[in-house]
């Protein structure tokens, strides 16, 4: 095997030591999963494809939105050589090795070499400038990933000879094609009697928890097979919501990119804060910064965080903890610890309600549940005068702002859906206010008067 052997590009399907999500990685641009603005007809890297024209550029993006993927579809898609590195544990002198490697190869073969280094922000300046002279004369095409904003990670001199490409956050429906990928390669061949089953609401929830990060929801889902195959085949192989909690809660310890309790972490972080102990919660905050974690991830956490448990108890904490993540994006590590622990403390310290999580958690039960019914007509628009003469549209509404208090008597929710109270304010902090003029509202409306 040389140096330069392609084989590592192709074979990860049949290599069963490695993870299912590097197994699973897509051989060609036509095979993945979102990134459309990039790999359509005419995005950016599609292009490179069809001109066959290469050139070093920087994939900017969240963990598992497929930076690495896309790096090594693009080479295989080339038929170039193609080096993979870790700026966490490479050094300058491997860098050297590959560039001299890379001299030779184009030398006697004409084949490019794409250098792809993961994680290039932890490089330091001494080590990105060692980039610059093989770039210019390109003696390799370098691909950068980067979870950080390369705009403050990556100096200006490796930045300006790069092209920097954003990836977005995997949508819900990107997500969706992969989960049924992946049950079709745990079906491949198994028996109808013993097929791998996922409903619906257990891939939904699995699909929410998993953040937009592919790996996450493969590596869950191929511990959760390891469960299911570890009861026996008398059990069935259903993906159950217990289950895929299980599996996710050892998938964090399994693919801990830290080594430093990852997950086990952050879920300390967000369980003080809504303990209401600033001081547990910034004492976590610092253990992740200081391990190296991701500080837009924590960001991330920090605004689900403040909708989630305390939401109209303190309505301002989800714009501050927004503020927050804006701040991050725009200054960067390491002053972007203050406006984190800022927030932090703000979260922790607002009266809590999870109210609004049970309102929308209970009326998407409905609407799953079937329970999915049209508007009544007074509320249905009307942009056109025959949609209310003939049609009823609109006919009967009544402006709330012509009645006092803004409260009027009449119906919003479909017949069928009536009397269905989704919101039931804690009575904490800002929402005791929201209560009692609640109550006064349903009140208005159950007793049939303005």
Known sequence: MTLFDKSELVSDLENESLPLAARLRPQSISEMVGQSRLISENGAIARMVR??????????????????????ALANELDVNFREFSAVTSTVKDVRQVVKDAKEAKKLTGIQTILFIDELHRFNKLQQDAFLPHIENAIIILIGATTENPYFSINSALRSRLTVYKLETLTTDDLKILSDRVIEFFNDGVENGDKYNLHDDVRDSLLMQSGGDARTLIGTLEVAKTLLDEAGKDECREFTHEVIENAMQAAYRVYDRTGDMHYDTISAYIKSMRGSDPDAAVY?????????????FIARRLVI????????????ALV??????EAVEFIGMPEAQIPLAQATIYVATSPKSNA?????????????????????????????????TVH???????????HPGG??????????????????????GKEKAIKEWLEKFRDIKNSGND
């Open 284 to 296: 976590y905050l610092a253990k992740m910064l200081a391990s190296g974690e991701d500080p837009k």
């Open 305 to 316: 965080q403040a909708a989630e448990d305390v939401g109209n108890a303190n309505p301002m």
């Open 392 to 402: 009823g549209h609109s006919e009967g509404y009544k402006y709330a702002h012509s």
């Open 407 to 428: 409260i009027v008597d009449l119906q919003y929710l479909p017949d069928e859906m009536v009397g269905s109270e989704y919101y039931q304010p804690s009575g904490h």
């Open 320 to 325: 501050v903890a927004n503020a927050a993540r």
């Open 51 to 72: 001109t066959r024209h290469l050139h070093s550029f920087i994939l900017w993006g969240p963990p598992g939105c497929g930076k690495t993927t896309l790096a090594r």
């Open 356 to 388: 609004a999580v049970k309102a929308i958690s209970s009326a998407m039960k409905d609407i799953e549940d079937g329970k999915n019914y049209p508007p009544p007509l007074h509320l249905r628009n009307a942009p056109v005068p025959e949609m209310k």
